[in-house]
């Protein structure tokens, strides 16, 4: 058992790294795609934003419903065969409209991987060593920087962004067989004891078998922390997303610099950063606070708050160097919320609704943060063109750095209220009719 469950979580870690790779090269290559396609950036801001989030966040509904009744292995196969095929269309597209078309089906494949992943990883480990576990998970995002950054960076000197993306669409291919061919659905048979807390939590002799869209709903907004979580996450990405996805384009705009060393930088810093961040974040919350959500939601905000700061200055820095050196020393900070934070909600969450929560909260933050944030960057850019010339976008990504306040507050709320929602978990999730639940909303 034990030798199994890091298999797995190795092989989701490939997935998701992958599930990344369009995205990151996305970024890097907007510049390119902009000079060629002849696009402005309110377009780009479109196509890296909206028009992906929008069906990416849409359809997570429907497979995250599906992966809380069905066969998750099934669903992380076939929407990584989606995807990977996808990706390597988006080298055809000849016009804006044909690009962002081809982004709509990757939007859909790519919308299958974090539901079921964090739902099977939740089955597989205790709520002790979930932080530690989701920490490993989501090093996949930094391991697609890495890739991403790197390789197609240079990729694009070499041959261009077309076929750059090609490339980068295959080895989805290769995963999505291995996983179906290896992975298994604990569903089918029986699934790994879990910790005391967990057992009352998700005792199917008092829960629903599978409680509809409208109870999932219902039940998850009368949980004050899981709002707080919500709506801080979705204010978090909105800001992290506009001013991520346009940091390439800004280094390449006020600093020169070609694709091939930019992503050498990127993946260094995001890359080697990022996975000595999460990893670091997941070992301090399973080694210090294994068992205070309350404590690790308090140690994020403060992580925020100190990014937001960050990143202000490195808008306002003139030196290239000290711009790449705070935002290293970010990608380092921001990435250990990567684990505590979701483990967070797996704790929160009754199995049965695991991967419609992770689902709701990606629904919103997509929407609000990678669909509105690059498409504000960008017409933020536009707007201050007039006035500032070629410095528009380092004005308008200062302009989002301090937002990142405003989700730490949320995340500091959440952490006041967590320790006695945890404490009523088992009768919320379990005997609360739809009317109470609307009566425990509106008290809190």
Not at 172 to 200: I, K, M, N, V
Not at 271 to 292: F, K, Q
Request: aromatic share 12%; charged share 10%; with cysteine.
């Amino acid at each position: 058992m034990f030798r199994y469950k890091n298999y797995l979580l190795c092989v989701l870690v490939l997935i998701l790294a992958c599930n990344y790779l369009d995205r990151i090269a996305l970024g890097l290559l907007l510049q390119n795609i902009k000079n060629d396609l002849g696009m402005s950036d309110t377009q780009l801001g479109l196509l890296s934003g909206i028009a992906f989030a929008l069906f990416y966040a849409v359809m997570g509904i429907p497979i995250a419903r599906w992966a809380d009744r069905g066969n998750r292995v099934t669903i992380i196969a076939a929407t990584t065969a989606l995807w990977s095929v996808t990706v390597a269309l988006c080298g055809t597209a000849g016009t804006f409209i044909q690009l962002m078309c081809i982004r709509v089906g990757v939007a859909v494949g790519e919308a299958g991987c974090f539901p079921p992943a964090y739902s099977l990883i939740a089955d597989h480990f205790s709520r002790a060593e979930r932080p530690r576990a989701v920490a490993i998970y989501m090093l996949g995002i930094p391991l697609s920087m890495v890739g991403g950054f790197f390789f197609a960076g240079w990729m694009n000197e070499l041959f261009g962004w077309r076929t750059t993306f090609m490339i980068l669409g295959m080895p989805g291919l290769f995963l999505a067989a291995l996983s179906w061919a290896t992975l298994r659905e604990p569903r089918c048979g029986s699934s790994p004891a879990a910790d005391s807390l967990q057992s009352q939590m998700f005792d199917t002799r008092t829960s629903p078998q599978h409680p509809n869209v409208r109870a999932v709903c219902m039940t998850l907004w009368a949980n004050r922390t899981f709002r707080h979580l919500l709506v801080g996450w979705s204010v978090l990405s909105f800001f992290g997303y506009g001013i991520w996805q346009w940091q390439p384009a800004f280094f390449v705009r006020t600093y020169g610099l070609q694709t091939g060393e930019l992503g050498t930088w990127f993946a260094i810093i995001w890359g080697g950063g990022g996975l000595l961040g999460t990893l670091l974040g997941g070992e301090l919350a399973s080694r210090h606070a294994p068992h205070n959500e309350s404590l690790q939601l308090k140690a994020l905000a403060v992580v925020y708050c100190g990014f937001g700061a960050l990143s202000t200055c490195m808008y306002l820095s003139q030196s290239l160097y000290l711009a790449l050196t705070l935002m290293g020393i970010s990608a380092i900070g921001i990435t250990t919320a990567n684990g505590p934070f979701f483990a967070t909600i797996q704790t929160l969450i009754p199995e049965r609704m695991r991967a419609m929560a992770i689902s709701l909260i990606y629904l919103f933050a997509n929407l609000i943060g990678m669909g509105l944030g690059p498409l504000v960057a960008g017409m933020l850019s536009d707007a201050f063109q007039p006035i500032v010339g070629g410095e528009s976008l380092r004005y308008a990504l200062l302009a989002l750095s301090p937002g990142y306040l405003w989700g730490a507050w949320h995340l500091w709320k959440a952490s006041e209220t967590i320790n006695e929602d945890l404490n009523l978990a088992p009768a919320a999730f379990s005997q609360d009719e739809p009317t109470t639940l609307k009566k425990r909303a509106r008290t809190h």
